[in-house]
């Protein structure tokens, strides 16, 4: 998670990751994409431990967590966020399902 109130890993509290630049990094273009039905918390070897389910129980509600919790990082800090949230409706946990749409984002004049 983009925060440093949960330790390095699963958060930034002890990454290497300085505090002081986080402005660069919630500055800088990123594109999180979620497959809409990717709701399945027994597919695809998603991670089950309790220190994974805290951030979600599927990767919908982890992908959905992780952006929310980076606006309310920049928010808290007064730092422009210029990261972009996307969910694609009708695809699961599936490479082949979201490669179309994502050129469509990384491509889109």
């Known amino acids: 998670m983009p925060t440093y109130s949960v330790e390095y890993g699963f958060g930034l509290r002890g990454s290497p990751l300085r505090e002081i630049d986080l402005p660069k990094v919630f ?25 994974a389910e805290a951030q ?11 952006f929310a919790t980076a606006e309310k990082e920049a928010q808290a800090r007064g730092i422009p966020l210029d990261w972009e949230f996307y969910i694609v409706p009708g695809v699961g946990h599936d490479e082949s399902g979201m490669a179309g749409p994502a050129a469509e984002r990384l491509f889109a004049p």
Do not use: C, H
């Not at 500055?27 to 220190?51: C, E, Q």
């Not at 979600?56 to 992780?66: D, F, I, P, S, V």
């Open 27 to 51: 500055s800088r273009k990123l594109i999180v994409m979620v497959g809409g039905d990717d709701n399945d918390p027994y597919a695809g070897g998603l991670a089950n431990f309790p220190a």
């Open 56 to 66: 979600g129980n599927t990767r919908l509600e982890r992908a959905e967590n992780y």
